[in-house]
């Protein structure tokens, strides 16, 4: 069974930093692309970033790029998402998926398997 944990979320003020876990279990995540979603309250679901499994390449939405970094730790089949200069914007629940689709994509429709979210506040 495929089951992912999230951590890392909380209460951070503008301009500060957070660095969100996912750590999966039940498959290997080295095989799929793995990717972080948020959505903010009366918001659809929205890309972040993603990590493909042909090569590793990142890929960032416009409104994080330059600020949020992904990356991946095979030996703990764990993602990462590093933010930083955090915005009041950036105010969401964020979820980390998985996806068997080896091109990098930041469509929620692409992604079979989602983790149960991790809520992040950027507030003063």
């Known amino acids: 069974q495929v089951q992912f944990v999230e951590s890392g979320g909380g209460l951070v003020q503008p301009g500060g930093s957070l660095r969100l876990s996912c750590a999966a279990s039940?498959?290997?995540?080295?095989?799929?692309?793995m990717g972080w979603f948020r959505q903010a309250p009366g918001k659809e679901r929205e890309g972040v970033s993603c990590?493909?499994?042909?090569?590793?390449?990142?890929y960032y939405g416009d409104s994080v790029k330059g600020r949020f970094i992904i990356s991946r730790d095979k030996a703990k089949n764990t993602v990462y998402l590093q933010m930083s200069s955090l915005k009041p914007d950036d105010t969401a629940v964020y979820f980390c998926?998985?996806?068997?689709?080896?091109?990098?994509?930041?469509?929620?429709?692409?992604?079979?398997?989602w983790g149960q979210g991790t809520q992040v506040t950027v507030s003063s």
């Open positions: 990590l493909d499994s042909a090569d590793g390449s990142t």
């Open positions: 039940g498959f290997t995540q080295s095989y799929y692309g």
């Open positions: 998926a998985a996806t068997s689709r080896t091109f990098g994509t930041l469509s929620v429709m692409n992604y079979e398997y």
